[in-house]
């Protein structure tokens, strides 16, 4: 219907005469100038002349919104796609293993990466109305520390809740936001003044807060836990700092005081998160191991076909090489600690593959020294029997050999679908905040 009405109207234009063209553009011209004219007309509006008496301009919200910004940039120039978990770690996004191994930095610098432009957009949209009206009202250090108190500690949820996850986004921050301005409307009911929210205030607020909330609702973008901690810490913070909004802008001092418990609170509960297991580095070794092992079996194995190598050679680079690699991948597994539940099953596949393939390796060792000495032995003999009794035993300890190598392919089989189900070793998925 658009389409067709633009065709009509570019027809009309079409066949119109030149008078007629000029009297819609004079038309045109004078309306849009009406506009331009109505929108710039400074209306008297009590709450917003209070807001910039106040604090005459905001530096925080558009910092925030400049550095999401500039940050998203650069990533876009970067190597990786926005929303591989590889790229947001390296970027600085929340990961339980990176986090809580020392670098605890990433509470703070994940509210900074976005895994897409439409999460950074609906993200910027929730933010930019109601955080230049708090920041006025507040002050710009009050309402910056809301904002990262509530970022940390909706990171600090997502470490615990979805500790193989890769969690980045402002969303947890923007939810504080609103949980203060739910606080500073309570303290305006009980204690009215000139920068009370007035209720025009609320609808112009409501477009782009409806949007913020219905995108986090709908995609799921953040654990429900992680938003709603965000939404309390804000509010909370709010009811200890806008006290007195309806004056004057919160004191340092205050926010300084307000601070302490927050502190307190966050690295209580960051101190049983400490030292999270990151298993992807020891599935790595012993998918590395595999191969490299395997390799170096391969060709020696070749070098027997061809009668450069013994048998028992071939069994001595399994007793001396192969399975004392497998014992130290053996070891370094059953030495992780505080494994995420989501990676408690492979690293149980990835015992499981070392176990089953250290004994395919035993009956492979074995099977060989059985096939490479049956012939000296019986040849060896004093009573030197007859070739007919060396070729019957000889067949005898061969099947015998032989039995031994179809075990351990069998166990080999079994310990490389082990090995299928590990090679995935790499953080689940994103989340968005």
């Not at 066949?15 to 849009?32: Q, Y």
């Not at 990171?155 to 301005?181: E, Q, R």
């Not at 409307?185 to 007035?198: A, C, D, E, K, N």
Request: aromatic residues 8%; contains cysteine.
């Amino acid at each position: 219907m658009i389409l067709f009405l633009l065709l009509l109207l570019g027809f009309a234009y079409y066949v119109m005469k030149p008078e007629e063209r000029s009297r819609l553009h004079r038309a045109v011209l004078a309306g849009a100038w009406q506009v331009k004219a109505e929108a710039s007309r400074s209306r008297p509006y009590p709450f917003r002349d209070a807001l910039h008496e106040r604090t005459r301009r905001a530096f925080v919200t558009p910092t925030l919104v400049a550095l999401n910004l500039t940050i998203f940039v650069f990533m876009l120039a970067g190597a990786g796609a926005l929303d591989d978990p590889a790229t947001l770690v390296s970027w600085g996004g929340n990961f339980a293993p990176r986090t809580t191994n020392g670098e605890w930095w990433r509470l703070v610098t994940a509210m900074f990466v976005h895994s897409g432009m439409f999460h950074l957009l609906i993200n910027i949209a929730g933010l930019v109305q109601v955080g230049l009206i708090l920041e006025r009202l507040l002050g710009r250090v009050a309402f910056a520390a809301v904002y990262v108190t509530a970022g940390v500690f909706a990171s600090l949820v997502s470490l615990s809740t979805h500790p193989v996850s890769v969690t980045c986004g402002a969303s947890g921050a923007i939810f504080g936001i609103y949980g203060l301005l739910i606080a500073v409307s309570i303290w305006g009911i009980f204690r009215p003044s000139t920068v009370t929210l007035p209720l025009k205030a609320f609808k112009r607020l409501g477009p782009a807060a409806a949007v913020f909330i219905l995108y986090n609702v709908a995609t799921d973008s953040l654990p429900a836990g992680a938003e709603l901690v965000g939404f309390v810490a804000g509010f909370l913070c709010g009811l200890g700092l806008a006290i007195n909004v309806g004056d004057r802008t919160t004191p340092a001092r205050w926010v300084a005081a307000a601070m302490v418990p927050a502190v307190a609170i966050a690295v209580a509960l960051a101190i049983p998160l400490r030292g999270i297991a990151d298993v992807r580095p020891e599935i790595e070794r012993v998918v590395a191991v595999e191969s490299r092992t395997a390799g170096a079996y391969q060709t020696a194995l070749d070098r027997f076909k061809s009668g450069r190598m013994t048998a028992e050679a071939l069994a001595q680079l399994i007793d001396r090489t192969i399975m004392p690699e497998l014992q130290a991948a053996d070891i370094r597994l059953k030495a992780l600690e505080k494994v995420p539940p989501e990676h408690r099953p492979l690293v149980a596949d990835a015992e499981e593959f070392v176990r089953l393939r250290s004994e395919s390796w035993r009956l492979r060792s074995e099977g060989l020294r059985k096939t490479g000495g049956v012939l000296r032995r019986e040849i060896g003999r004093k009573d030197r029997p007859s070739n007919e009794t060396v070729r019957s035993r000889a067949e005898a300890q061969h099947r015998a050999s032989m039995l031994t190598l179809g075990k351990a392919e069998g166990t080999e089989r079994a310990s490389l679908e082990a090995l299928q189900r590990i090679k995935p070793a790499s953080p689940s998925g994103t989340g968005q905040r």
